[in-house]
């Protein structure tokens, strides 16, 4: 597939994927396609019947979605519409998973490996045809089938506190990691704001960290390094470059005095009233943030987003991806209804809009809340797709060297080190992720 990368202005998104999404892709499919309701190839008959849809949504599921249930019953009123929603997403849908009883529409969860995608899901019609109307398709997807639609497509960077920053004399968004140091040691100095919060306690958000690769600008990065290098960690390579920055954000003193008594939920309204200064997270938490900044009497407009500190020739990059996927579970008894809801969510409802993200339609509209990024020139990046038969192959190499680059174990671990929790240091760390990698790479083969 082409290679594109994608100047804000656009106002949509592509069809491409990211190599870490793309190393979950999908397996073959079994069964139909969907969608007689939206041009896909086999789920039959009109909309009707009861539905549940599954949500991690806990903060709207009970005031957004009711509105959302009240449009799409007035549009398709042989369907009912109810919902669930799941703190722990990943963890509770998986023990549910376990049985056939999990929901009509689902968000597809991480620990889906790809060789079990079409066993838990229906198919919804060729990415091909699909990807004429939605973005990153591939990202679930396997021998052109399609299994999930994003909810909204998110671009990467960090959130802040534009009055912390300004307080503390910050004026310019920070070019390089070693600039970005600098500006956490000036909030530092002249704030009483903690510069950064690494959110360690909750965990998910140092998975974040993974989301940058985008920053370097190369859409054939990730098929060219990480899985195909024996040493991820070593200077100059995106890892070193990621994961350095967070260790010397952690061993310099510009976080928490204690990341074990972390809070996500209190981060917000933390950085929101700007007794925190900043936060590595996607572009979806930016609403999140302008939300706890007002219900904590201040104000929205104190919230900004940049991009992760790298530049290539003078210019911004921004990864893009699919937030989760909405995807039918393939033992509902009411698939046309499900794909009615699938469709409308991303054509409809206007989550993707009210939550900051890029549209998951390819002429979508682009948020507000990047109006930043547009300002700036900053380029969005989509990288390319692993090539055929690899697949599986970076997150193979994951789970043989039990390096969890998708989520949050060994960046625990990192942060432990760099505070002196535990023994080692930056080189020494990397230099042991390094060697469980080849040795992984080597099993894999």
């Known amino acids: 597939m082409e290679t594109r990368v994608i100047e804000m202005a656009k106002k949509h998104i592509l069809?491409?994927?990211?190599?870490?999404a793309a190393a979950l892709a999908l397996a073959a499919c079994t069964g139909g396609a969907g969608g007689a309701a939206a041009g896909g190839d086999g789920i039959e008959g009109e909309p009707s019947g009861e539905i549940t849809v599954i949500t991690q949504r806990t903060d709207l599921v009970d005031t957004v979605f009711q509105d959302y249930k009240e449009q799409f019953e007035?549009?398709?009123p042989d369907v009912t519409v109810s919902f669930e929603s799941m703190t722990d997403y990943e963890g509770e849908i998986a023990v549910r998973m376990n049985t056939q009883d999990y929901g009509d529409v689902l968000l597809i969860p991480n620990s889906v490996t790809p060789d079990k995608l079409g066993t838990f899901f229906e198919p919804l019609g060729g990415v091909e045809e699909l990807g004429e109307k939605y973005a990153l398709l591939e990202e679930e997807a396997y021998e052109g089938q399609a299994y999930g639609i994003p909810i909204t497509v998110n671009t990467q960077g960090i959130v802040y506190n534009k009055k912390v920053w300004a307080d503390a004399g910050l004026t310019d968004w920070p070019t390089t990691p070693d600039e970005l140091l600098d500006d956490l040691r000036a909030i530092k100095d002249k704030t009483d704001a903690v510069p950064y919060y690494t959110n360690y306690a909750d965990g998910?958000?140092?998975s974040q960290w993974d989301g940058n690769r985008g920053a370097l600008g190369d859409p054939a990065y990730a098929n060219e390094h990480i899985a195909y290098t024996d040493t991820p960690w070593a200077p100059g390579e995106w890892h070193h470059i990621s994961d350095g920055l967070l260790f010397d954000i952690v061993a310099g003193g510009l976080s928490e005095e204690d990341p074990t008594t972390t809070n996500w939920e209190e981060s917000k309204t933390l950085l929101g009233t700007g007794k925190v200064g900043t936060m590595l997270l996607g572009s979806w938490a930016i609403t999140q943030m302008q939300q706890a900044a007002e219900d904590a009497g201040g104000s929205a407009d104190d919230i900004?987003?940049?991009?992760?500190?790298?530049?290539?020739?003078?210019?911004?990059?921004a990864q893009v991806a699919g937030d989760y996927k909405n995807a039918i579970n393939v033992h509902s008894e009411h698939k046309a209804a499900a794909w009615a809801w699938v469709e409308w969510f991303a054509e409809e409802s206007g989550y993707a809009y009210d939550e900051g993200g890029l549209s998951p339609?390819?002429?979508?509209?682009?948020?507000?809340?990047?109006?930043?990024?547009?300002d700036a020139g900053v380029e969005l990046v989509a990288l390319d797709p692993a090539p055929s038969g690899k697949e599986a192959y970076e997150a193979n190499?994951?789970?043989?060297?039990?390096v969890d680059l998708y989520g949050n174990i060994y960046r625990q671990e990192l942060v432990d080190v760099a505070r002196g929790a535990k023994d080692g240091d930056k080189e020494s760390f990397f230099a042991s992720l390094n060697e469980r990698w080849a040795k992984a790479r080597a099993a894999v083969g």
């Open 15 to 20: 069809a491409a994927t990211t190599g870490a």
């Open 204 to 206: 998910w958000p140092l």
């Open 397 to 402: 190499v994951v789970s043989e060297s039990e």
């Open 74 to 76: 007035k549009e398709y």
């Open 361 to 374: 339609l390819v002429d979508g509209p682009t948020p507000e809340t990047l109006a930043g990024f547009t």
């Open 304 to 317: 900004g987003y940049m991009p992760f500190p790298y530049q290539v020739d003078g210019t911004f990059h």
